[in-house]
């Protein structure tokens, strides 16, 4: 089965026809300028040649001087006479002689008949109007030649206009695309900016789990007890799910910048009891569900747990409760707090506080409000009463956009 010739993306036909542009402007301009300069060699002829009027004069007179010459005998008189009217009847041999005749009351017909009258006024009318003709056209071939002379002085100037006005449409192209080009540098920048921060926000989101996998396949070599290696085998488990859901490179997009969760009813108090020990106090109901995607809404709690625990190295409270029957999660530490101008900033990208017990990439944060924000929500810092920071975490409708999944009794990863 062959396969239909693929069509031109619109995109191309418009920049090929941008690229012929230039020509097709040149063209059109040429021939716009040109045609003055054709319309007058059409209609007026290639020059006009008097030549012929002023033969007409000149026969004339030399026949009235012929008629004075008593030297002439009557044979040449008459041959002078033919050749004058030969000249005034061959209409012919005069270029224009309707148009000349249209402009005044001279005409070459008078010519011959007061040739034909054979007399001496009629001889003097002929000459007059044979003049009168000879300086119409002497006129007429004046005009004509300042007619030809602005034509082609427009012409020069439409010439030059049409090669000023291509190259300014070259230059436009031109700077066309080297911004189109600018523009898709940008492009491809912004593509590396965030394909650079999907990697460096899925590595460190990928620190912890991979920490307790590290941690819990080292404490299993050493563990003679059953039940501790089960537990401990759970916890690799849970590590290597939370691995896979957070390093998928197909959906580092979806994870971690244009976020697409996976809702389903999730058990929030059992997700916050996960993290109960002995420097983390957790209070929470018997059970508060509700829909998000669990393993995002796990992040932010470790996000938000790990960054209490880094600026103080006392208790930390985690609260789960309902605020007007929506989930809402406190976590307060008893450090130093923050100041007003660095709360501003915590959540931008590689902000840090200025008191960090251990290093950090100053991500958490910036991730956890994106996730909260895609869950209908959003996250707050907060001074605690009598010190310390208190950090709110709520909840609402998850977007539109998520996509759904199939309730399942665990943790799976994606």
């Known amino acids: 089965m062959t396969r239909p010739p693929a069509r031109p993306r619109p995109e191309l036909l418009r920049e090929l026809l941008l690229a012929l542009l230039p020509l097709l402007a040149t063209v059109t301009l040429l021939a716009l300028a040109t045609q003055p300069a054709y319309d007058a060699l059409l209609h007026r002829g290639k020059g006009l040649k008097p030549y012929a009027y002023q033969g007409l004069v000149q026969d004339l007179l030399l026949y009235r001087a012929d008629l004075l010459d008593p030297r002439l005998t009557p044979e040449q008189r008459a041959a002078s006479y033919d050749r004058a009217l030969s000249s005034a009847i061959n209409r012919e041999q005069y270029a224009f002689l309707d148009r000349i005749e249209a402009s005044d009351d001279f005409r070459l017909l008078n010519v011959r008949r007061g040739l034909e009258q054979r007399t001496p006024e009629g001889l003097q009318r002929a000459v007059q109007e044979a003049i009168g003709l000879n300086n119409l056209v002497r006129d007429y071939s004046a005009a004509q030649s300042a007619a030809y002379e602005q034509a082609f002085t427009e012409m020069r100037g439409a010439l030059i206009g049409s090669a000023v006005f291509s190259g300014l449409l070259s230059l436009v192209l031109i700077l066309r695309s080297l911004l189109l080009w600018r523009a898709e540098q940008r492009r491809a920048q912004q593509r590396e900016d965030r394909q650079r921060e ?7 989101e990928m620190r912890r789990p991979l920490q307790s ?13 059953e039940a501790l290696r089960q537990r401990l085998l759970a916890q690799i488990e849970d590590s290597a799910a ?6 998928d490179l197909t959906r580092l997009n979806d994870l971690y910048l244009d976020v697409t969760l996976r809702v389903q009813p999730t058990d929030l108090t059992a997700l916050v009891r996960r993290f109960s020990s002995s ?7 018997a059970q508060l569900l509700w829909s998000v995607d669990a393993n995002r809404v796990r992040q932010m709690l470790e996000n938000l747990v790990e960054n209490a625990v880094k600026y103080t190295q006392g208790a930390v409270e985690l609260t789960l409760d309902a605020v007007e029957g929506a989930p809402r999660v406190q976590v307060r530490d008893h450090g130093p707090g923050m100041s007003d101008e660095l709360r501003g900033r915590v959540f931008l990208p590689y902000e840090r506080g200025p008191q960090s017990l251990t290093p950090g990439s100053g991500l958490g944060l910036p991730l956890v409000r994106r996730y909260a ?3 209908g929500g959003d996250v707050m810092l907060t001074h605690a009463p009598g010190g310390g920071l208190l950090i709110t975490l709520t909840f609402g409708q998850a977007e539109t956009h998520v996509r759904p999944l199939t309730p399942q009794g665990r943790l799976t990863p994606g």
């Open 198 to 204: 999907a990697l460096n926000l899925a590595s460190h």
């Open 213 to 225: 996998l590290l941690l819990a396949a080292d404490a299993l070599r050493a563990s003679p007890d």
């Open 242 to 247: 939370q691995l896979a859901s957070r390093a």
């Open 279 to 285: 420097r983390i106090h957790v209070t929470a109901p």
């Open 373 to 375: 924000r895609a869950h």
